[in-house]
T-cell receptor, first 113, second 113 residues
C-alpha cells in the first residue's frame, strides 16, 4: 500500500522554465512533508519541507505547496537550471511518532538547454 | 565535515554468505535508519533506531538485522543474503526533535548472486 505517490516517473523541462513536481498521499495523519533531491551515485539530500499548518514554504528558487484537503503537495522550481536534473522524492512523516519517513517513488527531472 | 559514511560502497556476494554494511555518523544524531531503494518502489525503511540499544522494524525488515551499541554506528547485517536483497541501501540519521530532516549516506550497492 503506497501511502505516498508520485505518479509522474519523469519530467522534462526547458532551462529557465518552471518545473512542477507533484506528490499525493493517502494517510491524513501525515503532518510534515519533505522533498529530497538525489543525484546518481549519491545519497538523497534534503531540499525543502513544510508543516501541515502551512500551505506554502519558499526557499530561493524552490517553493512547496500543500493542499491538505486534496492530500496533495507540489514542488515548484523557478527558474529551472540544468543542475536541477535529478530524481526528486517527496516524503511524509507523522510527527511525534517514531522516526519513520514514508517516501514516494520519485520523479526524474531533466532540465534541457 | 558533518557526514554519514557507509562501507562498502559496492558489494557482490553469493547467496547465504553473511555480510555487514557499516554506517557511521559524526553529528551526534539520536535517530538512525536504513532504507533500500528499488526501481518503481522508491525508498523503503528497513529498520530504525531512536537511540543506543533502541531499534525497531520499518516496512521491510525480513532478512535483516541491526544493532545500535554506540550512538554513532548502526550496522546492517544480512545473516543469509538472498537474490531478492539485491538493492541500493542507504543509511540516514537525524537529531531528535527539530525539522525531521534526515542526512543520508552515499549508498551501498549490493548484488547477491
Amino acid at each position: 500500500d503506497q501511502q505516498v505517490k508520485q505518479n509522474s516517473p519523469s519530467l522534462s523541462v526547458q532551462e529557465g522554465r518552471i518545473s512542477i513536481l507533484n506528490c499525493d498521499y493517502t494517510n491524513s495523519m501525515f503532518d510534515y512533508f519533505l522533498w529530497y533531491k538525489k543525484y546518481p551515485a549519491e545519497g538523497p539530500t534534503f531540499l525543502i519541507s513544510i508543516s501541515s499548518i502551512k500551505d506554502k514554504n519558499e526557499d530561493g528558487r524552490f517553493t512547496v505547496f500543500l493542499n491538505k484537503s486534496a492530500k496533495h503537495l507540489s514542488l515548484h522550481i523557478v527558474p529551472s537550471q540544468p543542475g536541477d536534473s535529478a530524481v526528486y522524492f517527496c516524503a511524509a512523516i507523522i510527527t511525534g511518532t517514531a522516526s519513520k519517513l514514508t517516501f514516494g517513488t520519485g520523479t526524474r527531472l531533466q532540465v534541457t538547454l | 565535515e558533518a557526514q554519514v559514511t557507509q562501507n562498502p560502497r559496492y558489494l557482490i556476494t553469493v547467496t547465504g554468505k553473511k555480510l555487514t554494511v557499516t554506517c557511521s555518523q559524526n553529528m551526534n544524531h539520536e535517530y538512525m535508519s536504513w532504507y533500500r531503494q528499488d526501481p518503481g518502489l522508491g525508498l523503503r525503511q528497513i529498520y530504525y533506531s531512536m537511540n543506543v540499544e533502541v531499534t525497531d522494524k520499518g516496512d521491510v525488515p525480513e532478512g535483516y538485522k541491526v544493532s545500535r551499541k554506540e550512538k554513532r554506528n548502526f550496522p546492517l547485517i544480512l545473516e543469509s543474503p538472498s537474490p531478492n536483497q539485491t538493492s541500493l541501501y542507504f543509511c540516514a540519521s537525524r537529531r531528535a526533535g527539530g525539522t525531521y530532516e534526515q542526512y543520508f549516506g552515499p549508498g551501498t550497492r549490493l548484488t547477491v548472486t
